[in-house]
């Protein structure tokens, strides 16, 4: 067991200030349920508090299932001076009850309650101020953002952002009102005012005591955007975080992107992450994952111009202060996706900085449906109570659960089915260059014989990072030549990419190609080689008959690439940074971290006589 600052003296005090009251008991019970706690605390005083975390017999733990209390100290908007670890079962030798001496400060403390082998759920312990009463009402602020024009008035729109602090019983609410005699209401996000005219907002505050701060207001003008804009925003980036000796930034960077329109005023700002699609920006970006990044950038104004995407690179390494985030899986789909069942939700990052899709973990061995529905049902109503999602994304998350039929009989344990010989799973993949690929009768997509040149299909719904890939291939050339083709993995975004104008080469440049070749003769990269860095001979790899169907797994993680070919090793590859391609290409952009982290994956296709099929593509994120 792990405690953090521990510690007997109590707080309180009566008439003489010398008499000090028991310290508060804090307790969480557990039984039997897997998806809950049967009790635990929302709010406490600060100072000395008993945590009594117990899971026993007498709290109704019939099966001898271990339970965990923990309070992260990993994640930066709460508290982290209380490091306290618990593992309780019924048959320790404390019988399932523990205790830990704690000192609480004010602020909150995000709690997680781990079951092995079925998930977790969170909590948040809100602590406030101890001690005598709290006459003083809370401190406000208030912050007016946008666009203004050479009057100092807001073009389009104008956002009211109000704060409150309070040092002694905490904030209890915050208040708005619109006009000089508008009604009062909650505050819980900044305030838009796109009304065209003079405006007053008024604001206050009121604590945990009663105490309520005196009116004060903020007034501006709002005005019309010009018509006759043809002018698109300026945009500029900045990086943050700590570095190291190499410049790279240790644990993770934060990129803020800003926009400014003296016309028509700023309308949205997005971003595109290595190359993936193009995203609102709403927040900075956090990069916590270690590897060489680019972060694409631009803004539109209200009158529709769209300025020219501008780029930031960085690197991030191993370490920090503060850990990324323990996501069960990556997913940073735009969309919430339940096994292939798309809700069309945004796929919107959560309080503990993970996405709703990696919450959801529908890339989990799920013992069985039943199961896995009770976990998504945990997962939302989470969301739901902390505000991520709402009551009608509530029942579509669920009904999309429960069509996915995850858990059920036959599915593959863990892995995801990018394609499955189906008409719908193949219109997933998308074609860029040249050749071509059609579903065949016999569930396998083959290479076309008669649409020339080189090029890919590639499937652009998700990027992986640390993955197993299974296909099954097979050489189907025509005569007694043999197919040369690959298998694509980690390549950036393939469209708006500033470095290229044929889409089929950013896999090629900015990717690893893991290479099919049986030919014994002519190009020297044969089957299981990564092309350009890794040379496998031909009977490192084993060859097997034309028209035979091949067993391939790749797996990739962090930056080492593993290749199975019927089951056999056939080859490993440390993608160390500072590779060039062998021979040296012209054009080669070289590794020194710039192959990504995490990207796409794709089949390539050579030509009309390299006709290659493949069938049952699947994955499983690492």
Same mark, same amino acid.
């Given at each position: 067991?792990?405690?953090?600052?521990?510690?007997?003296?109590?707080?309180?005090?009566?008439?003489?200030?010398?008499?000090?009251?028991?310290?508060?008991?804090?307790?969480? $019970?557990?039984?039997?349920?897997?998806?809950?706690?049967?009790?635990?605390?929302? $709010?406490?005083?600060?100072?000395?508090?008993?945590? !009594?975390?117990?899971?026993?017999?007498?709290?109704?733990?019939?099966?001898?299932?271990?339970?965990?209390?923990?309070?992260?100290?990993?994640?930066?908007?709460?508290?982290?001076?209380?490091?306290?670890?618990?593992?309780?079962?019924?048959?320790?030798?404390?019988?399932?009850?523990?205790?830990?001496?704690? $000192?609480?400060?004010?602020?909150?403390?995000?709690?997680?309650?781990?079951?092995?082998?079925?998930?977790?759920?969170?909590?948040?312990?809100?602590?406030?101020?101890?001690?005598?009463?709290?006459?003083?009402?809370?401190?406000?602020?208030?912050?007016?953002?946008?666009?203004?024009?050479?009057?100092?008035?807001?073009?389009?729109?104008?956002?009211?952002?109000?704060?409150?602090?309070?040092?002694?019983?905490?904030?209890?609410?915050?208040?708005?009102?619109?006009? +000089?005699?508008?009604?009062?209401?909650?505050?819980?996000?900044?305030?838009?005012?796109?009304? !065209?005219?003079?405006?007053?907002?008024?604001?206050?505050?009121?604590?945990?005591?009663?105490?309520?701060?005196?009116?004060?207001?903020?007034?501006?003008?709002?005005?019309? #955007? /010009?018509?006759?804009?043809?002018?698109?925003?300026?945009?500029?980036?900045?990086?943050?975080?700590?570095k190291n000796s190499d410049g790279a930034y240790i644990g993770r960077a934060e990129v803020t992107v800003s926009?400014?329109?003296?016309?028509?005023?700023?309308?949205?700002?997005?971003?595109?992450?290595?190359?993936?699609?193009?995203?609102?920006?709403?927040?900075?970006?956090?990069?916590?994952?270690?590897?060489?990044?680019?972060?694409?950038?631009?803004?539109?104004?209200?009158?529709?111009?769209?300025?020219? +995407?501008?780029?930031?690179?960085?690197?991030?390494?191993?370490?920090?202060?503060?850990?990324? /985030?323990?996501?069960?899986?990556?997913?940073?789909?735009?969309? !919430?996706?339940?096994?292939? !069942?798309?809700?069309?939700? #945004?796929?919107?990052?959560?309080?503990?900085?993970?996405?709703?899709?990696?919450?959801?973990?529908?890339?989990?061995?799920?013992?069985?449906?039943?199961?896995?529905?009770?976990?998504?049902?945990?997962?939302?109503?989470?969301?739901?109570?902390?505000? *991520?999602?709402?009551?009608?994304?509530?029942?579509?998350?669920?009904?999309?659960?429960?069509?996915?039929?995850?858990?059920?009989?036959?599915?593959?344990?863990?892995?995801?089915?990018?394609?499955?010989?189906?008409?719908?799973t193949f219109a997933k993949w998308e074609q860029v260059g040249g050749g071509r690929f059609a579903l065949g009768?016999?569930?396998?997509?083959?290479?076309?014989?008669?649409?020339?040149?080189?090029?890919?299909?590639?499937?652009?719904?998700?990027?992986?990072?640390?993955?197993?890939?299974?296909?099954?291939?097979?050489?189907?050339?025509?005569?007694?030549?043999?197919?040369?083709?690959? *298998?694509?993995?980690?390549?950036?975004?393939?469209?708006?990419?500033?470095?290229?104008? @044929?889409?089929?080469? *950013?896999?090629?440049?900015?990717?690893?190609?893991?290479?099919?070749?049986? @030919?014994?003769?002519?190009?020297?990269?044969?089957?299981?080689?990564?092309?350009?860095?890794?040379?496998?001979?031909?009977?490192?790899?084993?060859?097997?008959?034309?028209?035979?169907?091949?067993?391939?797994?790749?797996?990739?993680?962090?930056?080492?690439?593993?290749?199975?070919?019927?089951?056999?090793?056939?080859?490993?590859?440390?993608?160390?940074?500072?590779?060039?391609?062998?021979?040296?290409?012209?054009?080669? /952009?070289?590794?020194?971290?710039?192959?990504?982290?995490?990207?796409?994956?794709?089949?390539?296709?050579?030509?009309?006589?390299?006709?290659i099929s493949y069938r049952n593509i699947r994955v499983k994120e690492l």
């Amino acid at each position: 067991m792990v405690v953090g600052l521990t510690s007997a003296v109590a707080y309180g005090r009566t008439d003489d200030d010398r008499v000090t009251e028991a310290a508060q008991v804090l307790t969480w $019970t557990a039984g039997d349920p897997i998806d809950r706690y049967l009790s635990f605390p929302t $709010t406490a005083v600060a100072g000395a508090a008993t945590i !009594v975390f117990e899971n026993s017999t007498a709290t109704g733990n019939t099966t001898g299932m271990p339970h965990t209390l923990t309070f992260d100290v990993s994640d930066p908007e709460y508290n982290n001076d209380v490091p306290l670890n618990i593992l309780a079962n019924p048959n320790d030798d404390m019988g399932g009850r523990h205790t830990a001496e704690v $000192t609480l400060t004010p602020g909150r403390y995000l709690f997680t309650c781990t079951i092995p082998g079925h998930g977790q759920m969170q909590g948040i312990l809100t602590v406030t101020e101890g001690g005598g009463a709290d006459t003083t009402a809370p401190e406000t602020t208030v912050k007016v953002d946008g666009d203004r024009n050479a009057d100092g008035a807001y073009i389009g729109q104008a956002t009211v952002t109000v704060g409150a602090t309070d040092s002694g019983s905490g904030v209890d609410r915050v208040e708005y009102a619109v006009g +000089a005699d508008g009604p009062w209401q909650p505050y819980t996000a900044p305030v838009v005012v796109d009304e !065209v005219g003079a405006h007053t907002v008024r604001y206050r505050a009121s604590d945990k005591a009663g105490n309520t701060a005196a009116e004060k207001s903020v007034d501006f003008t709002v005005v019309a #955007p /010009p018509t006759d804009d043809t002018t698109p925003p300026e945009t500029s980036a900045t990086v943050s975080g700590d570095k190291n000796s190499d410049g790279a930034y240790i644990g993770r960077a934060e990129v803020t992107v800003s926009a400014t329109d003296s016309g028509s005023g700023v309308d949205r700002v997005e971003f595109s992450l290595d190359g993936g699609p193009y995203l609102a920006y709403t927040t900075p970006v956090i990069v916590d994952r270690v590897g060489y990044h680019t972060l694409l950038y631009r803004a539109t104004d209200k009158a529709g111009n769209t300025s020219a +995407a501008k780029s930031v690179a960085f690197s991030v390494a191993e370490g920090g202060g503060v850990p990324p /985030p323990n996501c069960p899986e990556y997913d940073e789909r735009p969309t !919430v996706i339940v096994g292939t !069942v798309d809700t069309g939700i #945004p796929n919107r990052m959560t309080g503990s900085r993970c996405t709703i899709n990696e919450l959801i973990e529908d890339e989990k061995d799920w013992s069985s449906h039943a199961l896995f529905l009770k976990h998504v049902d945990g997962v939302i109503d989470g969301l739901l109570a902390d505000g *991520v999602i709402d009551e009608r994304e509530h029942r579509k998350i669920y009904r999309a659960a429960k069509e996915s039929g995850i858990g059920k009989p036959g599915r593959t344990a863990g892995y995801r089915d990018l394609f499955d010989g189906t008409q719908e799973t193949f219109a997933k993949w998308e074609q860029v260059g040249g050749g071509r690929f059609a579903l065949g009768d016999d569930g396998a997509m083959t290479s076309s014989t008669t649409v020339p040149g080189m090029g890919m299909l590639w499937f652009p719904q998700r990027q992986y990072g640390d993955f197993s890939l299974k296909l099954q291939w097979r050489d189907d050339a025509p005569g007694s030549g043999n197919a040369n083709g690959g *298998v694509f993995v980690r390549f950036p975004y393939v469209h708006d990419n500033p470095e290229e104008s @044929r889409p089929e080469w *950013v896999a090629i440049k900015y990717g690893h190609e893991v290479q099919i070749l049986d @030919r014994p003769d002519g190009d020297m990269y044969k089957s299981g080689s990564i092309y350009g860095f890794d040379r496998v001979g031909l009977g490192g790899a084993g060859v097997t008959p034309k028209g035979t169907w091949n067993d391939y797994e790749i797996r990739v993680e962090g930056q080492h690439y593993s290749v199975f070919r019927n089951g056999k090793l056939v080859n490993e590859f440390d993608n160390t940074g500072g590779q060039v391609f062998e021979p040296p290409r012209s054009d080669d /952009p070289g590794t020194d971290g710039r192959r990504y982290a995490s990207g796409y994956i794709g089949l390539q296709v050579h030509g009309t006589t390299d006709v290659i099929s493949y069938r049952n593509i699947r994955v499983k994120e690492l």
